[in-house]
């Protein structure tokens, strides 16, 4: 897939999700208020995960971190019955640096014990806080007792 296709697609994603906002509101709520209400209400990824004590869980989301979006991690609560292990960025290996290059984000989590965590990530351009993110996820892992 080229860059460019690559960008026509995405251009198709937000042109459907602007469409579809504007369908499920009424004419007075402003565009960005229906596009973060859409969003909320049906995020993009929801995975959820089951693991026992002393295991890892690995999640990986598609990104393009070369047009400035990256997936970007809430923080943990301090007593989370999981902690971050690790991440790692992937590109595609057929079109390294290209700009709008397919790729992913690996993040590994060690089970620490028993319980449930809800991990929450945005995928957005760090630098464009005034803006509501492109995408959300909510990743739950459930720990269960050996």
């Not at 995405?10 to 906002?21: D, G, I, K, M, Y």
């Not at 079109?95 to 992913?104: L, M, P, R, V």
């Amino acid at each position: 897939m080229t860059a460019m296709t690559s960008c026509k697609n995405l251009f198709r994603f937000f042109t459907t999700l602007t469409l579809l906002a504007g369908s499920f509101f009424d004419s007075e709520t402003t565009l960005a208020a229906q596009s973060q209400q859409l969003l909320e209400d049906h995020p993009r990824y929801v995975i959820q995960i089951f693991a026992r004590p002393g295991e890892n869980a690995a999640v990986v989301l598609p990104q393009n971190a070369t047009t400035g979006y990256i997936w970007q991690l809430e923080p943990l609560a301090t007593d989370a019955p999981v902690e971050l292990a690790g991440e790692t960025i992937l590109l595609s290996s057929n079109t390294e640096k290209i700009a709008g290059s397919s790729g992913a984000i690996e993040w590994r989590f060690k089970i620490l014990k028993p319980g449930r965590t809800l991990i929450h990530a945005i995928y957005a351009r760090p630098w464009e806080k005034h803006l509501h993110p492109a995408m959300r996820a909510t990743v739950e892992i459930i720990a269960e007792a050996p």
